[in-house]
């Protein structure tokens, strides 16, 4: 039986305005909105539906196209070793906590840990374009996201610790500021020694080209995602890797300099996003710490390096509610670790622990592609679709990577459009990441299905068949009429623990939302690689009537990316070159 009989939701003729959008016509004497009610506005405003699309310009404008390679005239670059075959590490093996014995911290380390998580993994060619693929993935391929680290004194690389930015394309790291040995000293006293921070930004303007007001939501997919490539490429280091989430933009600016007028003048500005401690050696301390205003002030203060290059020769369309809902989403509210006690064991989640597997870290991690289309044909294993899920799951025994980076309990769960997978009926099915939200998830969704467990899966991955039938035609139609959401062996929509998220943390916690949309994403995306096979993330979906499809008529659950699974179609017109040939540079 097909699903598509299911009554969707058409959305309204104009998008809403943003409480406070200087933008819109605004009644006199109204009072200024909260950060939550900003946050509410542009959610709403941004969602496409059948018959309209979030704004965008409607046409890429190619003359101001944005330069994917930023880069800071007059700051010292240091190109890193590139490895030349990485750790000979099996890929199963990054999930195993505690498994791979810690690296000390050198250039060769420092090198191959920004090699896992933001460089260049190949280079494409059609004609007489060429661009670049990376590590991290993002959406269109434009990636606003920028990496910073603050290191200590290296010496291959420097004799007194600084802050840096990482130049994907030249694989290096450019020296933005001198700091003070005291300044390092007193600033990660309370951390690990040999532990050092890593720092992510958003250019909003990269995805705003192409996305329009819609882009916010891109960059902090693409945030999640890089968070995602820097704990794994942390574990394939035996490190650790926790996010710093009580430290807000102000201080994330301050620390990587994105706050200094001089150095952006006439360039595009950066967005702070997230702070990250790299932790070598086991390390236990309040999970929330926060870094000192005084220290941080003191970084803020040391001799910086360097102009930023402006990305685009002019912008044609400025788009005032991203700058709205970023601001409104400034701060973070996350009090403590949360509670993970009645999580699964990976034993019961996998029934025996995964301990084998045909590839290697760097193999998949480096050989991770997007997939362009799906041969409509390919059918995964019920094993191996099982095993994808049960990575997504958090433990109690050390919470698994990548989810040990985040102390919050899993607010994305999952709606699933299975079309391809051996054993199991085709259908809708949902899987609660967190198994206190399964009884949740049946209030918010259709009284009819049915919730019943596949009886091949462990009873203890919270996985549920809703309802059966073919639902190919529906995963393509609630994803912008795109044929990669039915062709592949399965695709998703995340769906977030949306309005109960705000009231817990804030308006701050939207961006987290989409961060662990990231993750979940990145996990698929290597999961299919090692699998055989390939995934890709769907930004594009109608998102109301995807609502429609669960049954979801509150505005608590809202659907917040959206992925697909199954064997690739390959273009044969382009030719792959490799990621770095430094004789003959790109």
């Known amino acids: 039986m097909a699903l598509t009989h299911l009554p969707l939701y058409v959305g309204t003729a104009e998008p809403p305005s943003i409480p ?60 890193l070793p590139l490895p030349e075959a990485g750790r000979a590490l099996p890929y199963w093996q990054l999930y195993v906590v505690d498994g791979v014995e810690p690296a000390p911290l050198s250039i060769e380390s420092i090198s191959l840990f920004f090699r896992y998580a933001l460089s260049l993994t190949a280079w494409k060619r059609f004609r007489e374009t060429t661009w670049a693929l990376r590590a991290n993935p993002s959406s269109g391929n434009l990636h606003p996201t ?31 500021a001198d700091l003070d040995p005291s300044v390092w000293a007193n600033l990660t006293a309370a951390f690990a020694e040999g532990s050092f921070l890593v720092g992510l930004s958003s250019i909003h303007w990269r995805e705003a080209w192409k996305y329009g007001e819609r882009a916010f939501r891109y960059c902090q997919h693409d945030v999640g995602h890089a968070l995602g490539t820097l704990r794994f490429a942390a574990a394939a280091l035996g490190w650790k890797l926790y996010l710093l989430d009580r430290v807000g933009d102000d201080t994330v600016s301050q620390l990587l300099g994105l706050d200094r007028d001089a150095d952006y003048a006439g360039a595009e500005r950066e967005h702070p996003d997230l702070v990250a401690l790299v932790v070598r050696e086991k390390w236990s301390s309040d999970r929330g710490l926060c870094l000192s205003k005084e220290l941080v002030s003191q970084v803020a203060a040391s001799r910086w390096y360097g102009t930023a290059n402006a990305l685009s020769l002019e912008h044609v369309v400025d788009w005032p509610v991203i700058d709205q809902v970023a601001v409104a989403t400034t701060n973070p509210r996350i009090a403590a670790d949360e509670e993970f006690s009645k999580f699964p064991s990976e034993e019961e989640l996998f029934e025996a622990p995964v301990r084998a597997g045909s590839f290697t870290a760097s193999s998949v991690i480096l050989g991770r592609r997007s997939a362009v289309s799906m041969d409509a044909s390919t059918a995964t294993p019920a094993a191996t679709f099982f095993r994808m899920l049960a990575r997504l799951v958090p433990t109690r025994d050390g919470r698994f990577v990548p989810w040990d980076a985040i102390p919050w309990r899993p607010r994305i769960h999952l709606g699933l459009f299975v079309h391809r997978v051996e054993d199991l009926p085709p259908g809708l099915y949902a899987l609660a990441r967190d198994p206190e939200k399964v009884a949740p998830l049946q209030q918010a969704m259709r009284p009819e299905f049915l919730w019943r467990r596949p009886l091949s899966c462990s009873p203890r991955l919270p996985l549920y068949l809703l309802k059966e039938g073919d639902c190919r035609a529906l995963a393509a139609s609630v994803s912008c009429g795109q044929d990669i959401a039915g062709d592949g062996a399965f695709s998703l929509a995340m769906i977030a623990d949306y309005r109960d998220s705000l009231v817990a943390y804030g308006a701050g916690f939207y961006r987290n939302l989409f961060w662990e949309a990231g993750l979940v994403g990145q996990v698929l995306y290597l999961e299919a690689e090692e699998a055989g096979i390939r995934s890709t993330g769907i930004g594009c979906y109608f998102d109301d009537p995807v609502h429609e499809v669960f049954g979801i008529s509150s505005r608590d659950w809202q659907s917040f990316y959206h992925f697909t699974v199954g064997g690739p179609v390959e273009d044969s017109r382009l030719t792959t070159l490799p990621a770095y040939n430094f004789e003959g540079e790109q």
């Open 146 to 176: 920028e990496g910073y680290a603050l290191l200590p004194a290296i010496g291959a690389i420097h004799d007194r610790p600084g802050v840096y930015h990482y130049a994907p394309k030249e694989h290096g790291l450019e020296r933005r």
């Open 20 to 79: 406070g959008d200087r933008s819109q016509a605004s009644s006199a004497g109204s009072s200024d909105p909260s950060p939550e009610e900003v946050v509410l506005a542009y959610h709403e405003r941004t969602k496409h539906h059948y018959h309209r699309f979030a704004a965008s310009a409607g046409t890429m404008d190619w003359a101001t196209q944005p330069d994917p390679f930023r880069r800071y005239a007059g700051a010292a670059l240091f190109r």
